[in-house]
């Protein structure tokens, strides 16, 4: 039997839950091309938000094509326009014949090397001569709006881990040339999201960068008990097994409400579940999985300081004044000083978040290992 629950991967369906008044701001931000910035901590369900936004846009608007580009592997502005090219064009065509038709009308102060591949998957990608690129990349950038223009289409551009665009050479150049080109669009809007929460606040939120106030920003929170609760209680229903509320909570509450770690305990309780769960099923669930993630934990720990593991140790004491002299003496935190840059380092490894000026971990399962194994 498949399991009912997914996680690290796309929640499509039946295992996407809740996000009901964020899916229906995405949808109609897409259909009214409203630029959109997606913000939240890593593995909270941005990717799966946008895919059913796009599902219900597909179903109902044939006048709209979503275009999709993952930066997680780009590394550079060459390799960013080539993927932007190429997945415009697709977005747009039916065949690759088309496809290609469209790259050698739009694109002709910067020729592309067209690539066709044996995937049918993948007909087709696009290569440059960057020497041609660097010095005029205007055709590229302008190309959804040129194509859409074209076709009578309207474009949405979705762009994950956009925050990797930070580490191209010169990104605030780099950035005032995207925003300059974007910002004149008509027809094409873009939806830009990612896993690294501090560097995306940078990026939209900062008023001396060049994307500030680009669009509407959504910020994701944690999706409410009750939600988590009914979610679980019907998949388990689904495939003939019990859970009751209660128990749906535990699982809820060891996961602190983490989308994935929540998916994750579930899967693993309702695999070790005959008929009827139990307590000690899911206790013995977690534990399994805080053991999988041991050697992780361990190898995130040995990268930090002193400092930032003290730091951590009052955390999770429940110390609230950090930077107060009682818990820098208690702690060995050396300074206020030091504490601010412990504080900084932790959310730029994306150990802590801070949000609306509270700063809390961003793994709960790392917070639990933390407690019960590292500082037992």
Not at 319 to 334: D, F, N, P, T
Not at 355 to 365: E, K, L
Request: net charge positive.
């Amino acid at each position: 039997m498949e399991t009912p629950f997914v996680f690290g991967k796309i929640a499509r369906d039946k295992n996407f839950t809740d996000r009901e008044s964020e899916t229906h701001h995405l949808v109609t931000n897409f259909n009214s091309m409203i630029n959109t910035i997606i913000i939240s901590p890593r593995r909270w369900g941005k990717s799966s938000l946008v895919e059913k936004a796009t599902e219900i846009i597909g179903s109902k608007n044939t006048k709209l094509r979503i275009c999709k580009i993952d930066l997680f592997n780009i590394r550079d502005e060459e390799q960013f326009y080539e993927s932007l090219a190429t997945s415009v064009l697709k977005s747009v065509s039916s065949k690759w014949e088309e496809s290609v038709d469209s790259a050698k009308r739009f694109l002709r102060q910067v020729v592309p090397k067209i690539v066709l591949n044996a995937d049918p998957g993948n007909e087709f990608s696009l290569s440059f001569d960057w020497n041609e690129i660097r010095k005029n990349p205007d055709e590229i950038l302008d190309l959804p709006e040129n194509l859409s223009a074209e076709r009578n289409l309207k474009i949405v551009v979705c762009i994950d881990e956009f925050q990797n665009i930070g580490e191209f050479d010169d990104p605030i150049f780099f950035q005032k040339r995207l925003r300059s080109h974007w910002q004149k669009h008509q027809k094409v809007s873009y939806c830009l999201y990612g896993s690294r929460r501090h560097m995306m606040l940078n990026v939209f939120t900062n008023p001396s960068m060049p994307f500030y106030k680009f669009g509407d920003l959504i910020f994701l929170e944690k999706i409410d008990t009750g939600s988590w609760i009914d979610f679980l209680g019907e998949r388990f229903q689904s495939t003939g097994k019990i859970i009751s509320e209660e128990q749906a909570k535990q699982i809820v509450g060891l996961a602190d409400n983490h989308p994935y770690y929540v998916q994750q305990l579930a899967q693993q309780v309702w695999l070790r579940t005959k008929r009827k769960c139990s307590d000690e099923i899911i206790n013995l669930a977690f534990s399994n999985i805080i053991g999988q993630l041991s050697l992780l934990f361990a190898t995130i720990t040995e990268t930090l300081t002193t400092n930032q593991l003290n730091l951590l140790r009052a955390m999770i004491a429940g110390e609230s004044a950090l930077s107060s002299i009682q818990v820098i003496s208690k702690y060995r935190l050396s300074s206020s000083a030091s504490v601010n840059r412990s504080r900084k380092a932790l959310i730029s490894k994306d150990i802590l978040d801070k949000n609306a000026g509270v700063v809390s971990f961003q793994d709960p399962m790392y917070r639990f290992w933390l407690k019960n194994e590292f500082f037992k």
